[in-house]
């Protein structure tokens, strides 16, 4: 009877050894199409939002952008034909499948830099391989720089931010 027993037991406890937390192809399945709205800021240095399409190059997280493109004009930066930088650092926690990360991205242009740093959350969705779905990053930005091309009365403006994943990604 207590052979019996033993056998399904350890047939329970099999699932048990995918649970925790760890990194996944998730890391590089997060890209596509992402949008940010900027708030807080002074003079020139406010009111920025922008698009982003980009994938997860690296084991760092390191972002390649295919696209990226302010969506406000101004002194600080123009619309397009910028070379930002970043990255998006994940983990899936396996027993629920939340994501959790940091990012961070800078934007040059004009000698003044565009700094975001924040947070990422979202769900891994496996029904698609492992697609980051309803990802969202929230954070704080900083501008610094000369203030070059009418965005002097900007530098050291800050506020916070959030991105969210496009639905079409």
């Known amino acids: 009877m207590k052979k019996a027993l033993i056998l399904p037991l350890l047939l329970l406890m099999l699932p048990v050894g995918g649970c925790g937390t760890s990194s996944s192809d998730v890391q590089t399945a997060v890209g596509g ?4 709205q900027l708030s807080g800021g002074n003079d020139t240095g406010q009111g920025f939002s922008f698009t982003a399409d980009f994938t997860v190059t690296g084991a760092g997280g390191t972002l390649s952008f295919s696209n ?4 406000t004009s ?32 800078s934007v040059s242009a ?5 700094t975001l740093n924040g947070n990422v959350t979202g769900t891994e969705n496996g029904t698609t391989g492992t697609q980051l779905s309803n990802g969202m990053v ?10 070059a091309n009418g965005c002097n009365d900007s530098a050291g403006a800050s506020g916070s931010f959030s991105m969210k994943q496009s639905t079409s990604s």
Not at 33 to 36: F, G, K
Not at 81 to 99: D, E, Y
Not at 138 to 147: D, E, N
């Open 33 to 36: 199409v992402w949008e940010a």
């Open 68 to 71: 990226f493109e302010f969506l």
């Open 74 to 105: 101004g002194a600080c930066f123009p619309v397009n034909g910028l070379t930002p930088t970043g990255s998006m650092a994940l983990t899936v926690n396996q027993t629920n499948f939340q994501v959790t990360g940091t990012f961070t991205l």
């Open 110 to 114: 004009n000698g003044n830099v565009l």
């Open 138 to 147: 929230t954070g704080t930005w900083t501008l610094t720089g000369t203030g």
